[in-house]
């Protein structure tokens, strides 16, 4: 039997049990007939007895109030076993909860409207609902299996509980998600199972991947043959740089202070005039350069061009032509760039360095857009200051596309090609998107997004260690957070602030599991502890590095005596003749030195042994 006790709000009460213990965030409901059965949550727990007094000096988790309680409804709290719980109503009473009222399990089909919002064919399928054991027995079929569970000790487990479904389709109300944790909390974990779920919806999305980890072919070992799924046509890799490029006659004056901010760090004032002044509409890199290395020239030699161009006469046609350039640049430039050959030189030297880099290049953004008409996930990999230049650039491009495409069908303007609604995601957002003054190239068309994005179909799927450094605006729009296991106080105190978790759940935050996070929804209006899936695919350095250390060595060794084994015995005082033999045959080039330490090895491992013979030393097989 479970019941109420002690003193009760509109809002919370205690129940208590002699026999059955509570589950965290698991849903109860109050025979409060009056008042409709409410339906609350376990907010905490706990279990006395009477080894484990409830009112001792060492304690004081419960109040006086709960221990009347208690006593009144006639519990022997000095020797009984006792389990308690504090509940948490979902919806708000008019008047407190009847205080002895009885306390019960719910029918699956009592909360399945709160926990079910959509069914896993409609929705995204990212875990179960923790505290959902007991009623999940009773679930239809198309809830069951969809989610099983992963841990490092029992491996992957069947799903036990309610699965998590987000709505997806109700992200054009309620748009946008922030992913929130400290390192090593399963964001990364996560974040691939939101992307395997978008992928199985063939929604467009794109993701920067700073840290090469996102490639979904490799299958997550021991999963239940029904869970298992190719995504190999689902998704495609391509390097910044290599497979997208910028397409520099798209760029604007601006555009170009912003990409040499982000690659280069401090861009001052006079060199940020400089660049706009310089720019025309349409430039490529080739004549905007050549534009600003003969107005450097020109700066330089002014006084020689004035001259010469007083006296052209004397020229030659092709000097002539070079003076009246130079001439030319002088008097339209000069005064617009302060007049510094050398804060030209600076921004040239920027210039060059991205323009080595591979940024410039016609491959635009074809393969992206390519992918998204396929509705294929794009992973876009590089180096975090690469990511930053690209960001903004692919962003704003496929943001603009959109957003023209659905501006034309809404003015009734004939379309010639479709451009998807699409999702973009990425890890270390607050890089992109970093709070308060620190500049990043992409922020401005990330806010936009943030606030417009919804009525264009393209949203964000923000992840970061470090909420606390995200630009503002943006954390504000995120419509739904999934938190987890946060120790630092500065972003706690952000998540409270900008998600309706409760204090019991803040204060859970710093010992939340790997795997285990609170998503804070206004889709949902409420939160839920949700245990994420176990994911269908694995990244290729999910190993443990140690692991991978000696894996990766044994294999080496292996090789090295496959090549050894055949020509022994080998003369120790002239392993030169070996050497090229042993290369070929081990697939690399050792060195002598190397080779005399693989003998060592291979015989402390007893595989090979040392002997001196009438002819020196030499090593034989064991
Ligand atoms: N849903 C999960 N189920 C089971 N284990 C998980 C889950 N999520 C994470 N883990 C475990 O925790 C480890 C760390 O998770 P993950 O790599 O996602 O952390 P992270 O938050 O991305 O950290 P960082 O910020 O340092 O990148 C994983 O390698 C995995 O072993
Ligand atoms: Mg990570």
Redesign the pocket.
């Known amino acids: 039997m479970m019941q109420i006790v002690g003193q009760t709000t509109q809002l919370e009460a205690w129940v208590a049990s002699r026999t059955r213990k509570f589950s965290i965030n698991e849903i109860l409901i109050i025979e409060d007939r009056e008042q409709g059965q409410p339906k609350a949550e376990v907010v905490e727990t706990m279990t006395f007895n009477r080894y484990i007094p409830l009112a001792s000096e060492q304690n004081n988790f419960v109040d006086e109030g709960v221990l009347s309680g208690l006593r009144q409804v006639g519990y022997d709290i000095e020797d009984e076993e006792i389990n308690l719980a504090k509940l948490r109503l979902i919806e708000e009473l008019a008047i407190p909860i009847r205080v002895g009222a009885l306390v019960r399990v719910p029918l699956f089909s009592e909360v399945e409207a709160l926990l079910v919002r959509r069914r896993p064919a409609q929705g995204l399928t990212l875990?179960v609902i923790q505290g959902t054991a007991e009623i999940a027995q009773e679930m239809p079929a198309d809830l069951q299996g969809v989610a099983p569970?992963?841990?490092?000790e029992n491996g992957v487990r069947e799903q036990v509980g309610v699965p998590f479904v987000f709505d997806y389709r109700s992200m054009d109300q309620y748009p946008h998600i922030g992913i929130f944790?400290?390192?090593?909390?399963?964001?990364?974990?996560?974040?691939r199972?939101l992307l395997e779920e978008i992928m199985m919806k063939q929604v467009p999305a794109v993701v920067f991947d700073p840290?090469f980890e996102l490639t979904f072919d490799q299958e997550f070992p021991g999963l239940p043959d029904s869970f298992r799924q190719s995504f190999k046509k689902r998704f495609v890799v391509l390097d910044a740089g290599v497979d997208i490029g910028i397409e520099f006659s798209e760029l604007q004056g601006d555009d170009i202070v912003s990409l040499l901010r982000a690659s280069s760090g401090s861009i001052t004032d006079a060199m940020e005039t400089a660049i706009k002044a310089v720019h025309k509409n349409r430039d490529s890199y080739l004549s905007y350069s050549t534009r600003l290395s003969n107005l450097a020239e020109a700066l330089d030699n002014e006084a020689d061009i004035r001259k010469q161009h007083g006296e052209m006469e004397y020229l030659n046609p092709d000097e002539k032509e070079r003076v009246q350039t130079l001439y030319t640049l002088l008097k339209t430039y000069k005064d617009k760039v302060g007049g510094f050959a050398g804060t030209l030189r600076s921004v040239m030297r920027r210039m060059h360095r991205l323009e080595m880099e591979g940024v410039f290049t016609s491959a635009g953004t074809k393969k992206v857009e390519e992918a998204f008409l396929k509705r294929q996930l794009v992973v876009i990999r590089g180096s975090m200051y690469f990511l930053n230049v690209f960001a903004f650039y692919v962003v704003r491009k496929l943001y603009r596309k959109r957003r023209e495409y659905r501006d034309s069908i809404q003015k009734g303007r004939p379309v010639e090609e479709k451009f998807p609604p699409f999702i973009i995601i990425t890890?270390e957002a607050h890089n992109f998107a970093p709070k308060g003054d620190v500049p990043a190239p992409a922020k401005g068309v990330l806010k936009e997004i943030a606030q417009e994005g919804r009525k264009y179909g393209v949203f964000l799927v923000f992840a970061t260690?470090r909420p606390a450094l995200l630009d503002d605006t943006i954390t504000a729009q995120l419509s739904t957070k999934m938190v987890?296991r946060t120790v630092r106080s500065v972003d706690i105190a952000v998540i409270k602030e900008e998600t309706d978790i409760t204090p019991e759940e803040a204060s859970r935050l710093p010992y939340l599991p790997?795997?285990?996070a609170f998503i804070s929804s206004a889709i949902t209006g409420r939160t839920n502890a949700v245990?994420?899936?176990?994911?269908k695919t694995t990244s290729p350095h999910?190993k443990n590095p140690f692991e991978e250390l000696e894996e990766a060595f044994a294999e080496q060794d292996a090789k090295i005596w496959e090549a050894i084994e055949p020509i022994l015995p080998i003369d120790a005082f002239n392993l030169n003749a070996y050497l090229t033999d042993i290369s070929r045959k081990a697939g690399r080039t050792l060195g002598h030195d190397e080779l005399a330490h693989a003998l060592e090895e291979l015989c402390e491992q007893g595989k090979v042994v040392q002997e001196n013979t009438p002819f020196g030393s030499r090593y034989r097989k064991a």
């Open positions: 875990g569970l992963f841990d490092k944790g400290g390192s090593g909390s399963g964001k990364s974990f996560g974040t199972v840290h890890d260690q987890f790997s795997g285990t245990r994420i899936r176990v994911s999910f």
